[in-house]
Protein backbone atom coordinates (compact mmCIF):
# COMPACT_ATOMS: atom_id res chain seq x y z
CA UNK A 1 0.00 0.00 0.00
CA UNK A 2 0.88 3.60 -0.64
CA UNK A 3 -0.01 6.03 1.49
CA UNK A 4 0.49 9.59 0.28
CA UNK A 5 -0.01 12.35 3.09
CA UNK A 6 -1.70 15.79 2.18
CA UNK A 7 -1.49 18.85 3.89
CA UNK A 8 -4.13 21.72 3.86
CA UNK A 9 -1.89 23.33 1.34
CA UNK A 10 -1.59 20.12 -0.87
CA UNK A 11 -4.97 19.84 -1.54
CA UNK A 12 -4.86 23.25 -3.36
CA UNK A 13 -1.72 22.26 -5.58
CA UNK A 14 -3.77 19.53 -7.06
CA UNK A 15 -2.98 19.12 -10.72
CA UNK A 16 -4.49 16.53 -13.29
CA UNK A 17 -2.44 16.56 -16.53
CA UNK A 18 -5.27 15.90 -20.06
CA UNK A 19 -2.44 14.56 -22.14
CA UNK A 20 -0.27 11.00 -21.76
CA UNK A 21 3.07 11.45 -20.39
CA UNK A 22 4.82 10.14 -23.54
CA UNK A 23 7.52 8.67 -21.30
CA UNK A 24 5.74 6.78 -18.74
CA UNK A 25 3.76 5.13 -21.93
CA UNK A 26 7.08 3.98 -22.95
CA UNK A 27 7.89 2.11 -20.10
CA UNK A 28 4.32 1.16 -18.96
CA UNK A 29 3.77 -0.30 -22.48
CA UNK A 30 7.19 -2.48 -22.09
CA UNK A 31 5.45 -4.00 -19.10
CA UNK A 32 2.21 -4.62 -21.08
CA UNK A 33 4.98 -5.90 -24.25
CA UNK A 34 6.27 -8.57 -21.94
CA UNK A 35 3.58 -9.51 -19.93
CA UNK A 36 0.22 -8.53 -21.37
CA UNK A 37 -2.85 -8.12 -19.68
CA UNK A 38 -6.22 -9.47 -21.80
CA UNK A 39 -6.78 -5.89 -22.71
CA UNK A 40 -3.79 -5.39 -24.10
CA UNK A 41 -2.79 -9.20 -25.67
CA UNK A 42 -3.88 -8.56 -29.04
CA UNK A 43 -1.65 -5.46 -29.21
CA UNK A 44 1.23 -6.72 -27.44
CA UNK A 45 1.04 -9.83 -30.09
CA UNK A 46 1.01 -7.31 -33.02
CA UNK A 47 3.54 -5.40 -31.56
CA UNK A 48 5.90 -8.12 -30.93
CA UNK A 49 5.59 -9.00 -34.55
CA UNK A 50 6.80 -5.47 -36.22
CA UNK A 51 9.47 -5.29 -33.86
CA UNK A 52 10.70 -8.95 -34.67
CA UNK A 53 9.98 -7.57 -38.53
CA UNK A 54 11.91 -4.11 -37.56
CA UNK A 55 14.94 -6.24 -36.53
CA UNK A 56 14.58 -4.66 -32.73
CA UNK A 57 14.81 -7.24 -30.80
CA UNK A 58 17.82 -6.50 -29.39
CA UNK A 59 16.91 -2.73 -28.90
CA UNK A 60 13.31 -4.25 -27.03
CA UNK A 61 16.05 -6.33 -24.44
CA UNK A 62 18.08 -3.38 -23.48
CA UNK A 63 14.90 -1.70 -22.81
CA UNK A 64 13.12 -4.19 -20.36
CA UNK A 65 16.13 -4.77 -19.00
CA UNK A 66 15.95 -1.09 -17.79
CA UNK A 67 12.38 -1.54 -16.66
CA UNK A 68 11.54 -4.57 -14.94
CA UNK A 69 7.89 -6.04 -14.04
CA UNK A 70 8.30 -6.63 -10.46
CA UNK A 71 10.50 -4.49 -9.33
CA UNK A 72 12.39 -1.13 -9.29
CA UNK A 73 13.33 0.43 -12.25
CA UNK A 74 15.07 4.24 -12.73
CA UNK A 75 13.30 7.46 -12.72
CA UNK A 76 15.30 8.70 -15.07
CA UNK A 77 13.17 7.01 -17.54
CA UNK A 78 10.36 9.11 -16.80
CA UNK A 79 11.60 12.48 -15.26
CA UNK A 80 9.42 14.57 -13.42
CA UNK A 81 6.53 16.73 -14.93
CA UNK A 82 4.41 16.07 -17.86
CA UNK A 83 6.37 15.36 -20.93
CA UNK A 84 4.31 15.34 -23.76
CA UNK A 85 6.98 15.60 -26.59
CA UNK A 86 8.90 12.19 -27.69
CA UNK A 87 11.96 13.96 -28.81
CA UNK A 88 11.60 16.19 -25.37
CA UNK A 89 11.52 13.21 -23.31
CA UNK A 90 14.14 11.39 -24.69
CA UNK A 91 16.19 14.78 -24.78
CA UNK A 92 15.65 14.65 -20.47
CA UNK A 93 16.47 11.17 -20.35
CA UNK A 94 19.44 11.20 -22.21
CA UNK A 95 20.72 14.98 -20.30
CA UNK A 96 20.34 12.39 -16.39
CA UNK A 97 23.39 13.62 -14.40
CA UNK A 98 25.94 11.11 -13.97
CA UNK A 99 25.51 11.21 -10.46
CA UNK A 100 21.58 9.90 -10.77
CA UNK A 101 22.49 7.47 -13.12
CA UNK A 102 25.05 5.77 -11.53
CA UNK A 103 22.39 5.79 -8.24
CA UNK A 104 19.82 4.76 -9.85
CA UNK A 105 21.24 1.92 -12.20
CA UNK A 106 23.29 0.59 -8.65
CA UNK A 107 20.01 0.38 -7.10
CA UNK A 108 18.68 -1.76 -10.04
CA UNK A 109 21.59 -3.81 -10.48
CA UNK A 110 21.31 -5.15 -6.79
CA UNK A 111 18.00 -6.97 -7.50
CA UNK A 112 19.75 -8.49 -10.83
CA UNK A 113 22.22 -11.47 -10.00
CA UNK A 114 23.68 -10.66 -13.45
CA UNK A 115 23.27 -7.33 -14.58
CA UNK A 116 23.95 -6.56 -18.21
CA UNK A 117 27.88 -5.11 -19.19
CA UNK A 118 25.71 -2.21 -21.11
CA UNK A 119 24.42 -0.88 -17.52
CA UNK A 120 28.02 0.24 -16.78
CA UNK A 121 28.52 1.73 -20.16
CA UNK A 122 25.08 3.62 -19.30
CA UNK A 123 25.98 4.33 -15.43
CA UNK A 124 29.21 5.90 -16.35
CA UNK A 125 27.00 7.99 -19.26
CA UNK A 126 29.18 6.89 -22.21
CA UNK A 127 28.23 8.91 -25.61
CA UNK A 128 27.73 5.80 -27.03
CA UNK A 129 25.33 3.67 -24.39
CA UNK A 130 23.35 6.77 -24.18
CA UNK A 131 23.14 7.41 -27.89
CA UNK A 132 21.95 3.33 -27.83
CA UNK A 133 19.02 3.90 -25.69
CA UNK A 134 18.21 6.99 -27.39
CA UNK A 135 17.95 5.26 -30.91
CA UNK A 136 15.92 2.30 -28.83
CA UNK A 137 13.59 4.35 -27.21
CA UNK A 138 12.42 6.60 -30.39
CA UNK A 139 12.70 3.05 -32.50
CA UNK A 140 10.42 1.62 -30.30
CA UNK A 141 7.76 4.34 -29.96
CA UNK A 142 8.32 4.79 -33.76
CA UNK A 143 6.73 0.99 -34.34
CA UNK A 144 4.10 0.60 -31.96
CA UNK A 145 3.01 3.18 -29.73
CA UNK A 146 3.14 6.39 -32.29
CA UNK A 147 0.41 4.33 -34.81
CA UNK A 148 -1.82 4.22 -31.95
CA UNK A 149 -1.30 7.45 -29.80
CA UNK A 150 -4.65 8.55 -30.79
CA UNK A 151 -6.67 5.42 -29.12
CA UNK A 152 -4.67 6.31 -25.96
CA UNK A 153 -5.11 9.91 -25.77
CA UNK A 154 -8.58 10.09 -26.66
CA UNK A 155 -9.08 7.78 -24.11
CA UNK A 156 -7.01 9.88 -21.42
CA UNK A 157 -8.74 12.66 -22.30
CA UNK A 158 -12.70 11.40 -21.99
CA UNK A 159 -11.45 10.16 -18.64
CA UNK A 160 -9.34 13.80 -17.63
CA UNK A 161 -12.23 15.75 -18.62
CA UNK A 162 -14.36 13.92 -16.42
CA UNK A 163 -12.01 14.27 -13.49
CA UNK A 164 -11.72 17.97 -14.09
CA UNK A 165 -15.45 18.60 -14.24
CA UNK A 166 -15.85 16.59 -10.75
CA UNK A 167 -12.63 18.97 -9.58
CA UNK A 168 -14.28 22.22 -10.61
CA UNK A 169 -17.55 21.76 -9.86
CA UNK A 170 -16.49 19.97 -5.93
CA UNK A 171 -12.85 20.43 -5.01
CA UNK A 172 -9.93 18.53 -5.02
CA UNK A 173 -11.08 16.15 -1.88
CA UNK A 174 -14.02 14.82 -4.13
CA UNK A 175 -12.02 14.62 -7.08
CA UNK A 176 -9.65 12.12 -5.24
CA UNK A 177 -12.55 10.50 -3.60
CA UNK A 178 -13.10 9.42 -7.05
CA UNK A 179 -9.73 7.89 -9.00
CA UNK A 180 -10.63 4.31 -8.82
CA UNK A 181 -11.20 1.61 -6.80
CA UNK A 182 -7.49 1.08 -6.75
CA UNK A 183 -7.22 4.69 -4.33
CA UNK A 184 -9.25 5.41 -1.66
CA UNK A 185 -9.13 9.37 0.29
CA UNK A 186 -9.53 8.92 3.72
CA UNK A 187 -8.15 12.49 4.79
CA UNK A 188 -5.42 13.77 4.69
CA UNK A 189 -4.25 10.46 3.41
CA UNK A 190 -4.76 9.01 -0.29
CA UNK A 191 -4.49 5.43 0.02
CA UNK A 192 -3.19 3.49 -3.55
CA UNK A 193 -2.99 -0.31 -3.71
CA UNK A 194 0.45 -1.16 -4.44
CA UNK A 195 2.99 -3.94 -4.59
CA UNK A 196 5.14 -2.13 -1.57
CA UNK A 197 4.54 -0.68 1.32
CA UNK A 198 5.33 3.13 0.95
CA UNK A 199 4.67 6.25 2.13
CA UNK A 200 4.92 9.67 0.68
CA UNK A 201 4.70 13.15 2.62
CA UNK A 202 3.99 16.21 -0.15
CA UNK A 203 4.85 18.30 2.61
CA UNK A 204 2.77 21.46 0.18
CA UNK A 205 4.73 20.13 -3.25
CA UNK A 206 1.15 18.81 -4.38
CA UNK A 207 0.49 16.09 -6.37
CA UNK A 208 0.52 16.16 -10.07
CA UNK A 209 -2.00 13.29 -11.42
CA UNK A 210 -1.78 11.85 -14.80
CA UNK A 211 -3.49 9.33 -16.43
CA UNK A 212 -2.55 6.69 -18.53
CA UNK A 213 -3.71 4.58 -20.97
CA UNK A 214 -0.93 1.70 -20.84
CA UNK A 215 -1.02 1.88 -16.48
CA UNK A 216 -2.90 -1.37 -15.70
CA UNK A 217 -1.99 -3.38 -13.09
CA UNK A 218 -1.75 -0.67 -10.68
CA UNK A 219 -0.96 2.98 -9.80
CA UNK A 220 2.36 4.03 -9.80
CA UNK A 221 4.84 6.83 -8.27
CA UNK A 222 7.60 7.94 -9.21
CA UNK A 223 10.68 5.79 -6.84
CA UNK A 224 12.41 8.70 -5.19
CA UNK A 225 10.27 10.78 -2.99
CA UNK A 226 12.39 13.66 -3.11
CA UNK A 227 11.48 13.94 -6.67
CA UNK A 228 8.31 16.53 -7.63
CA UNK A 229 5.21 13.94 -6.75
CA UNK A 230 3.66 12.30 -9.54
CA UNK A 231 0.69 9.16 -9.43
CA UNK A 232 0.08 7.69 -13.11
CA UNK A 233 -3.38 5.93 -12.89
CA UNK A 234 -4.90 4.03 -15.18
CA UNK A 235 -7.96 5.70 -17.22
CA UNK A 236 -11.33 3.55 -17.79
CA UNK A 237 -11.58 1.25 -20.74
CA UNK A 238 -13.69 -1.61 -22.57
CA UNK A 239 -12.77 -5.07 -21.27
CA UNK A 240 -10.85 -5.74 -24.51
CA UNK A 241 -8.50 -3.60 -27.15
CA UNK A 242 -8.10 -5.15 -30.67
CA UNK A 243 -6.16 -2.59 -32.78
CA UNK A 244 -6.03 -2.49 -36.16
CA UNK A 245 -2.59 -3.41 -37.64
CA UNK A 246 -3.22 -0.67 -40.96
CA UNK A 247 -3.65 2.10 -38.17
CA UNK A 248 -0.83 4.54 -39.16
CA UNK A 249 -2.30 7.85 -37.85
CA UNK A 250 0.04 8.71 -35.06
CA UNK A 251 -0.14 12.67 -33.98
CA UNK A 252 3.49 13.78 -33.90
CA UNK A 253 5.54 11.19 -34.98
CA UNK A 254 3.93 8.67 -37.53
CA UNK A 255 5.72 6.28 -38.78
CA UNK A 256 5.56 7.48 -42.33
CA UNK A 257 7.30 10.79 -40.81
CA UNK A 258 9.47 8.92 -38.31
CA UNK A 259 10.51 5.23 -39.70
CA UNK A 260 10.44 6.02 -43.18
CA UNK A 261 12.70 8.59 -42.87
CA UNK A 262 15.03 6.44 -40.30
CA UNK A 263 15.28 4.40 -43.08
CA UNK A 264 15.60 6.77 -45.57
CA UNK A 265 18.85 8.71 -44.28
CA UNK A 266 19.71 6.85 -41.14
CA UNK A 267 18.47 7.07 -37.40
CA UNK A 268 21.20 9.60 -36.40
CA UNK A 269 21.24 11.63 -39.35
CA UNK A 270 17.18 11.77 -39.32
CA UNK A 271 17.74 12.33 -35.34
CA UNK A 272 19.42 15.27 -36.17
CA UNK A 273 16.84 16.67 -38.50
CA UNK A 274 14.50 16.08 -35.99
CA UNK A 275 16.59 18.23 -33.95
CA UNK A 276 17.26 21.32 -36.51
CA UNK A 277 13.26 22.68 -35.88
CA UNK A 278 15.57 25.51 -33.91
CA UNK A 279 19.26 26.76 -34.32
CA UNK A 280 22.12 24.37 -33.33
CA UNK A 281 25.18 24.91 -32.88
CA UNK A 282 27.62 22.18 -34.07
CA UNK A 283 28.72 21.31 -30.10
CA UNK A 284 24.72 21.45 -29.42
CA UNK A 285 23.48 18.90 -32.34
CA UNK A 286 27.10 17.20 -30.90
CA UNK A 287 25.28 16.82 -27.36
CA UNK A 288 21.63 16.53 -28.53
CA UNK A 289 22.89 13.34 -30.58
CA UNK A 290 25.77 11.74 -28.08
CA UNK A 291 27.98 11.91 -30.79
CA UNK A 292 31.54 14.03 -30.95
CA UNK A 293 31.84 17.38 -32.30
CA UNK A 294 33.29 16.21 -35.58
CA UNK A 295 30.87 13.27 -36.24
CA UNK A 296 27.98 15.90 -35.27
CA UNK A 297 29.69 18.16 -38.10
CA UNK A 298 29.99 15.79 -40.68
CA UNK A 299 25.82 15.38 -39.86
CA UNK A 300 25.17 18.66 -40.64
CA UNK A 301 27.32 18.95 -43.80
CA UNK A 302 25.35 15.83 -45.23
CA UNK A 303 21.86 17.52 -44.54
CA UNK A 304 23.22 20.85 -46.14
CA UNK A 305 24.31 19.24 -49.20
CA UNK A 306 21.09 17.59 -49.39
CA UNK A 307 19.12 20.92 -49.23
CA UNK A 308 17.74 19.84 -46.07
CA UNK A 309 19.08 21.65 -43.54
CA UNK A 310 21.14 25.51 -43.44
CA UNK A 311 24.36 26.67 -41.53
CA UNK A 312 25.30 30.33 -41.02
CA UNK A 313 28.61 31.20 -38.92
CA UNK A 314 27.79 33.65 -36.24
CA UNK A 315 30.92 34.55 -34.25
CA UNK A 316 33.02 31.51 -33.26
CA UNK A 317 30.15 29.04 -34.35
CA UNK A 318 28.02 27.58 -36.86
CA UNK A 319 24.60 27.29 -36.63
CA UNK A 320 22.17 25.06 -38.03
CA UNK A 321 18.91 25.30 -38.58
CA UNK A 322 16.18 23.02 -41.02
CA UNK A 323 15.14 24.57 -44.32
CA UNK A 324 11.11 23.71 -45.35
CA UNK A 325 11.75 20.89 -47.50
CA UNK A 326 13.42 19.44 -44.20
CA UNK A 327 10.65 20.03 -42.76
CA UNK A 328 8.29 18.31 -44.94
CA UNK A 329 10.66 15.12 -44.74
CA UNK A 330 10.46 15.20 -41.10
CA UNK A 331 6.54 14.95 -41.57
CA UNK A 332 6.07 12.55 -43.94
CA UNK A 333 4.89 15.77 -46.56
Known sequence: MLHIRFSDLDLGRVRLADEPDVMWEIVLSLHQLLSPDPFFAPWSRLARKKLTHAGMGRDVHLLSALVPISSYFPDFLTPP??????????????????????????????????????????????????????????????????????????????????HARRFIAQGSEELLGSLGPQMQWRPPVLEVDYPVAQSLDLNGRGLLLIPSFFCHNHPIALADPELPPTLVFPVARQPLWIPKPEDSSSGSFGEAGLNGLDELIGPTRAAALRFLDSAHSTTELAVRLCTSVSTASRHATALRRAGLVVSERLGGSVRHTRTALGTGLVHGV
Do not use: C
Request: no cysteine; hydrophobic share 40%; aromatic share 4%.
Open 81 to 162: GHVTSLEGGVDQVLSTGKGQLRAEISRLAESRPRSPVWFSDVTAGRLEALRRLGLALRGYHAHVLAPYAPVGAALVARDANR
